[in-house]
């Protein structure tokens, strides 16, 4: 008897473990519907395209690849032009269409106006101005500029290069500007050399004059004392050869100008 309950109790645990395991395959069968329900559903709704959009991209192509430009169609062919870009054809501009400060001024007008406009400089001997065959020479002492062996411009310098920038812009000329020393050496914290003190104050009335005049053709230089105006054997040479000096000269016909350049318009 203990035989048979042992076996009946036997076959009675086995038959219930494997209906268990029949039905484990319903989960998995479950995951996968869902999982592909979701990718149907992105599927879906990537598929939509924005109606408006699109019919916006579309009339905006239209209007730009059509002859006639107003969207209702072209013939297919493009207008014909001179050959050139719009913004590099010499009749797309003239004198005529430009404001008087953007008018080419000669090197004799801009000598003048720099003349009139520093005249209480070069009387005070703060500036010197030459004009020959070459271009113009102007000289701005370093008491006007600059605190002794320093080259932060000083507040009273600001209103003299604002000067020479308001006879400047709109000027396509060639601009150099270089800074000069003594002959004095100089061996400080922040300025090693006459080289290094030449080259700051430079560049920081050029920089000045960029943030109001273009600088396409703005250069600098530092001289150190090698290019002396007077002898360096008293003071009073000395401080003539303590400048920043601005060299104004017309363009070589060889350099490219930007005076007609116009980016190309943005679609």
Same mark, same amino acid.
């Given at each position: 008897m203990h035989n048979g309950r042992y076996r009946r109790r036997k076959k009675s645990n086995g038959g219930g473990g494997h209906s268990e395991s029949a039905d484990r395959y319903l989960i998995t069968y479950a995951d996968l519907i869902t999982l592909l329900l979701g990718l149907f559903v992105i599927l879906y709704a990537t598929s939509q395209v924005d109606a408006a959009k699109f019919k916006d991209f579309s009339q905006a192509f239209n209007r730009y690849f059509t002859a006639s430009g107003d969207g209702a169609g072209g013939d297919g062919i493009l207008?014909?032009?001179?050959?050139?870009?719009?913004?590099?054809?010499? $009749?797309?501009?003239?004198?005529?269409?430009q404001s008087p400060e953007e008018r080419e001024k000669s090197l004799d007008q801009i000598a003048a106006e720099l003349r009139d406009s520093l005249a209480d400089q070069i009387q005070a001997s703060f500036a010197v101005l030459e004009h020959n065959k070459d271009g113009i020479v102007l000289r701005l002492n370093e008491k006007l500029l600059f605190e002794s062996g320093k080259a932060e411009l000083k507040t009273k310098?600001?209103?003299?290069?604002?000067?020479?920038?308001?006879?400047?812009?709109?000027?396509?000329? $060639?601009?150099?500007?270089?800074?000069?020393?003594?002959?004095?050496?100089?061996?400080?914290?922040?300025?090693?050399s006459n080289w290094q003190l030449s080259i700051a104050r430079a560049t920081n009335v050029a920089y000045y004059l960029s943030q109001r005049i273009p600088d396409d053709h703005l250069t600098i230089l530092g001289c150190a004392d090698k290019d002396p105006v007077a002898s360096n054997l008293d003071e009073f040479g000395k401080a003539q050869n303590r400048r920043v000096e601005f060299k104004i000269r017309d363009l070589p016909p060889n350099v490219p100008s930007t005076e007609l350049y116009d980016p190309p318009p943005a679609f």
């Amino acid at each position: 008897m203990h035989n048979g309950r042992y076996r009946r109790r036997k076959k009675s645990n086995g038959g219930g473990g494997h209906s268990e395991s029949a039905d484990r395959y319903l989960i998995t069968y479950a995951d996968l519907i869902t999982l592909l329900l979701g990718l149907f559903v992105i599927l879906y709704a990537t598929s939509q395209v924005d109606a408006a959009k699109f019919k916006d991209f579309s009339q905006a192509f239209n209007r730009y690849f059509t002859a006639s430009g107003d969207g209702a169609g072209g013939d297919g062919i493009l207008p014909a032009g001179s050959g050139l870009l719009p913004a590099l054809n010499p $009749q797309v501009r003239n004198d005529g269409d430009q404001s008087p400060e953007e008018r080419e001024k000669s090197l004799d007008q801009i000598a003048a106006e720099l003349r009139d406009s520093l005249a209480d400089q070069i009387q005070a001997s703060f500036a010197v101005l030459e004009h020959n065959k070459d271009g113009i020479v102007l000289r701005l002492n370093e008491k006007l500029l600059f605190e002794s062996g320093k080259a932060e411009l000083k507040t009273k310098a600001l209103q003299s290069l604002e000067a020479v920038a308001g006879v400047l812009r709109g000027v396509g000329k $060639q601009v150099e500007i270089s800074g000069h020393t003594d002959s004095d050496s100089i061996r400080t914290f922040q300025y090693e050399s006459n080289w290094q003190l030449s080259i700051a104050r430079a560049t920081n009335v050029a920089y000045y004059l960029s943030q109001r005049i273009p600088d396409d053709h703005l250069t600098i230089l530092g001289c150190a004392d090698k290019d002396p105006v007077a002898s360096n054997l008293d003071e009073f040479g000395k401080a003539q050869n303590r400048r920043v000096e601005f060299k104004i000269r017309d363009l070589p016909p060889n350099v490219p100008s930007t005076e007609l350049y116009d980016p190309p318009p943005a679609f």
